[in-house]
């Protein structure tokens, strides 16, 4: 009872004074200090309680101080605005051995905001170095246990590595050991080795295997063609050349097959996807604009345009405009278009068409349009009893026309309505 009364009798004495001092040796508190505690032999003890019983706490103060049995950690009450919570006042980090680790969520580097187990941020010089100096060479392991995963490791070599110093490893594997198989390898005089970790000496890039091939990129006819400045030497699989595609080089002129012969190109047929549309027809030898080394020919749209449509400008003769032949539609559109500025005209409609990429859509001629009649069967529909339009005139009256049902031609008066198929060249 006696200790107790003691205890009290300090309590009520401690209210007295606005400063506390607890030592054995009588000495005033600091200055700064409401409590200064002083031992060589002792400590101070906070309270002691479960993370649960911790979060119980009602109401904490901020500053509020406690020791958290689970994990061994002193937390305080933190006011950030009008949140309290409570944070570790020690390191996250723990110990195992020599060995720290932390598994409470990502660490961030130069961020406080990480969005993976390690996240580095360095805005103005981002670099990461990992060396070392074993033998055995310096690794990066990465690894995936789910089922199917499977390890690859990224090793600078050392001397006792098998394959020599100074090479740059790719290697997969069971796991993270220097016994994973060769994927890629660097060597020092900037010899690339796929396969294998020794590349010949005289090779920029060495694949070996038994039983894989190289497979070049593959690309058609036209892809080919439309890479921007090819460089002599470079080489392409080309999958639709001749019947059963081509293995290409490029020889700082043209594009011709391994042995420096012609290459193939892609024989185009009517009905193909092309251009934008259908090939429609491929020039034929006496056909005007014909060349025996490049195919060239009409495309069709795929589909009529969405509406009837008339000629345009019966009782005025249009400059120009009366080409029949292939190779003519084109500048009877444009002169249909620049002599007559009635609306809802077939070759304005046409003029105006950008379809699929193209905008060099004209009205076709007369000729032009019989090609596209004659291999209708796979261009699509039409519509079989309509009177499609040509960019052919006649007179002031009358231009031609084609009865889609039995592909005869007719004078066709220039203010009737007129199914509309647009063309282009190639």
């Not at 080309?238 to 293995?247: H, W, Y």
Request: net charge negative.
């Amino acid at each position: 009872m006696k200790n107790i009364l003691c205890v009290v009798f300090l309590l009520f004495g401690m209210n007295l004074y606005s400063q506390v001092a607890i030592n054995s040796e009588g000495s005033a508190p600091d200055n700064s200090a409401m409590l200064d505690i002083k031992s060589n032999t002792k400590g101070i003890l906070v309270p002691r309680m479960t993370a649960a019983e911790r979060d119980a706490i009602i109401n904490p103060a901020t500053g509020l101080m406690i020791f958290c049995k689970d994990d061994n950690q002193f937390y305080a009450v933190k006011q950030s605005g009008q949140t309290q919570s409570w944070v570790s006042l020690g390191s996250q980090w723990l110990s195992n051995g020599s060995s720290v680790y932390y598994t409470a969520g990502n660490v961030g580097m130069g961020t406080s905001a990480p969005f993976g187990a390690l996240h580095i941020v360095n805005p103005g010089y981002p670099h990461l170095n990992l060396e070392g100096s074993s033998i055995y060479g310096t690794w990066v392991s990465l690894g995936n246990t789910t089922a199917g995963g499977t390890w690859y490791n990224i090793i600078s070599t050392g001397s006792g590595n098998g394959e020599g110093p100074g090479k740059l490893l790719f290697m997969r594997g069971a796991g993270p050991s220097n016994t994973l198989n060769n994927i890629m390898t660097f060597d020092t005089p900037g010899n690339v080795g796929i396969g294998t970790t020794s590349p010949n000496a005289s090779a920029v890039l060495d694949a070996s295997s038994s039983n894989k091939g190289f497979l070049p990129p593959r690309m058609s006819n036209e892809q080919r063609d439309a890479i921007a400045a090819p460089v002599a030497g470079l080489m392409i699989w080309c999958s639709n050349c001749g019947p059963s595609g081509q293995l290409q080089v490029y020889n700082g002129t043209t594009w011709t097959n391994m042995v420096g012969g012609t290459a193939l190109v892609h024989v185009l047929v009517p009905g193909e996807s092309y251009g934008g549309g259908l090939i429609a027809y491929v020039l034929q030898s006496g056909d005007p604009g014909y060349d025996a080394n490049v195919q060239h020919g009409l495309i069709v749209a795929p589909s009529d345009q969405p509406f009837v449509y008339v000629w345009g400008c019966i009782g005025s003769s249009i400059n120009g405009a009366d080409g029949t032949a292939l190779g003519t539609g084109n500048q009877n559109t444009l002169d249909i278009v620049a002599g007559c500025s009635e609306p809802n005209m077939a070759a304005t409609t046409c003029e105006n068409l950008v379809l699929n990429g193209y905008s060099d859509w004209y009205l076709p001629s007369k000729d032009e349009l019989n090609k596209v009649y004659l291999n209708k069967a796979v261009l699509g529909v039409f519509d079989n009893f309509g009177y499609y339009a040509s960019s052919t005139e006649i007179d002031q009256t009358f231009a031609w026309g084609q009865y889609w049902n039995t592909g005869a031609q007719y004078y066709m008066p220039k203010n009737i309505s007129f199914n509309v198929r647009a063309v282009r060249t190639f």
